[in-house]
C-alpha cells in the first residue's frame, strides 16, 4: 500500500516531507494540497516525494494519487514558537587572529550541521549570527575557515515553556470505545488542550467520532473487524507536544487496544554492551564473527544481555561507517554465513544482537556514488547536491553542485530521501537485516526524514513487535519517539556526567538532566539509554578519572532506562576505539560492572521504580581515602555526592554515588540516617552504616524499611 501513513504534526516554519510508502520508482505518483486554512499559500510540487511549508496554523490536506488508488493525509501545523535570536563568539574568546579568518562556517542542530551553509558577520569584536529558535537551549559551532582546526563552541538559551505531554488509553462501555487523552503541562505552562486526529487509512468517519475535552467516542459498530483502526492525539498548550496513538482491534464484541509508539517491554530490563568489532578480540588476533562467538563466555559472566556492534558490511574503514555494500558483510570479519552464526551463538546464550543501520550516507567509494559523480543514468538521484556556495571541501567534483554532507564529512556523502530509488533501495536493505536480528541502531538518524522511520517501524514490527529501534540523535531531538524508535540517546544525562566528573558541575546535574526529559516533552514511558561513553565520545576513565567513573557508571545503572555498557568501559580501556585489554584489564573494575548488572537485574526498584531526589550532608570518612586503606578524615566535597531514592509499589530503594577522590560519610534528614544505621550496600555486600551516616566510596545501594 502507498499510503503515505499517520497524519504528521508541525510548526509554522518547518517543512513536513511526504512520501509514498513502499514506492516503486517506475511508477507515477502525484500529491495536490486540497485544503488549506485561510491565508495560505503552500503548496506542493510534482514530484514523487514533496515538501509542505505550512506558512499559516490550520489543518491542511492533502492527497496523493498512486497506482493503488488515490490516499488522503492530514498535516497540522501549529503556530511558530521560535524567537530571533543570534549566536555569538566574541574575537578575545577564540585562538585565532580574526584578520587571517578569511571564512566562518556556523554550524548546530539548527542547520543539521551543515558546513557553508550559515555564515555570520564580523563587527570587529565579534562573530554573530542571527537565527530563530524554539524554547531551550541550543549550541553551534563556528568553524574558521571552514574547518576544525581553530573552532569555537557557543551556546544561546531562549525563554519559554517545554513541551506538553500526553498519553492515550481506551476502554470499553457498553456498546461504545471510550479513548481517553491524559495530558500534562510543560514545566512553568499552562494546561494543554487535546486535540484527536482519525487516520486516513482506516475506514472511520469522522462523523463517528464523537469529541468531549480529553475523552473521545466511538460506536462499537463503528469499528472494523477485519483492520485495526487508529486515533491520534496531540496535546497544544503555548506550543505543541509529541502526538500519542492508539491502535483498536475488533473481534466481534471484544476491543483490544495497544500503543504502538512504545518500545518493547524487555528493553528497560536490558543491558546493552556495544562492541567497536575490530578491538574486541585482543592485540595479535584479528577479529572476526568467529572469534567473538569464542568470547561470548565473557558477555554471560558480565550479565549483560544485549550486543550491540558496530557495522558488520563491507567498508574501507577500521570503524566500518563509510559502507561500500549494505548487503554483505565485510570480508576481514567474516561470511554473511558466519555472521549468521554468531547471531546464532548469542541468541544460544540468551543475548539479543543490534545490527548498526547505516542509511544516512554510504562511502564515497560506493560504486553507486562513483556511477553518480560519474553522470550515469539512474544514478543521478541517489544522493544530495547542494549548491556550490555550500562546498567547504577543496574537492573538484564532477557532477555539478556539491554532495550534500553533514560537518566535514566529504568521505560519506547524504543519501538523496526525495528520490524513490534511495527509499526502495534502503527499504531492501531495512528488509535484507531485520530478520536476522533483533534492533537496529540507526547511524545518523537525524539525517534521515521522519517520513521514511515512521514507515521503517510500521515494517519491521509488522514482523516482530520485540524488535527495537535506537536512534543516534545527538542531542536528543523528542520527535523521533513519534512512532519511530523505541530507545533514544540521553545526551542530557552523557554530558551532566561528564560535567560531573571533570568537577565543572556538582553531582546535582544528574537531576538536571533527568527533569530535561520532561521540558522536552518526551512521555513518562519513553525509554533512554543511558551511557557514559560509546565509539564516538572519548573514555571516561581518561578524561574524568577512575574516581568518578564508578559513580558515573553506577549512575546509569541506578536511573530508570536502559544502561550502556562500551567495550572495554569495565576494564580500564583509555583509548577511544582502543585494543580490548584482556590479559592487563582492570578486575575489580570489571567486577563493578558486572556487580551493578547482577544487581539491577535483581531489583525491579531500579528498572521501573520512580526517582525522587533525597537531601544529604556529607563529612569526610572516619576511615579516610577512597579505599579506606588510611585514617587520615580528609574531608570529602559534599558536591561530589549525590542521593536518590527508587521506589515501586513493592519496595525502596536509597542510591547514593560519590564522584569525588575521597570516600565520604553520608547522613540524611528525618530520622533516616539513625534508621540506617545497620546498612548493608546491595551492591558490595557490607556493611556501611554507621551512626554518623552511610560510608560511600564510589556508589551503594540500600534497602529501605
Known sequence: MHHPGPPRFTAVGDAVELAPRDPSPEETYRWRVTDRPDG?????GDAPVVHLAPDVPGIYRVELDAPDGTHRQTVRAFPDVRTETEF??????????SDDVDSVSVIGPFNDFTMGLTRPTFDGEAWTVPVSLPPGDHDAIFAFDDGFDSYANTSVTVDGPGRPRLRLDGTREGEEVVVTATADAAPDGDDPAVEFFLDGRDGLREEDAAVD????????SALSESETTRLHAVPVAERHGLSDTLELSRDGDAVTFSRPADAPAWVEDATVYQIFVREFAGETVDTTFEEISRR???LEHLGVDTLWLTPVCASPTHHGYHVTDLFDTADDLGTRAEFESLVSDLHDAGIRVLFDL????????????QLHEAGVPGYEDLYERVPDSHDTSDIDWSADGTPGVYFNWWMIPNLNYDSLRVREWMLDVVDEWAPLVDGFRCDVAWGVPHGFWKEVRERVKADDSEFLLLDETVPRRPEFRENEFDLHYDTDLYFALRDVGTGEKSAAAVFDALDASERLGYPDDAVHMRYVENHDEDRYLDECGADALRAAVATTFTLPGTPLIYYGQERGVTE?????????????LTDFHRRLVSLRRAEPALRRGTVERVDCSVGGDDDGDRDRDDDDGDAADESRVAAYERTTAEDRLLVVVNFGSEAATVSFDDGETAALADATDLLSGTDVGTDEGVRVADAVVLRLD
Open 296 to 298: 561470548i563466555p565473557y
Open 358 to 369: 547505516v542509511i544516512n550516507h554510504t562511502s564515497r567509494d560506493h560504486p553507486a556514488y
Open 88 to 97: 555569538r563568539v566574541g574575537a578575545d574568546e577564540v585562538d585565532v587572529d
Open 213 to 220: 475535552g480529553d475523552e473521545l467516542r466511538l460506536p462499537l
Open 576 to 588: 577511544q576505539r582502543g585494543t580490548m585489554r584482556w590479559h592487563d584489564g582492570d578486575a575489580d
Open 40 to 44: 495560505s499559500e503552500a503548496t506542493v
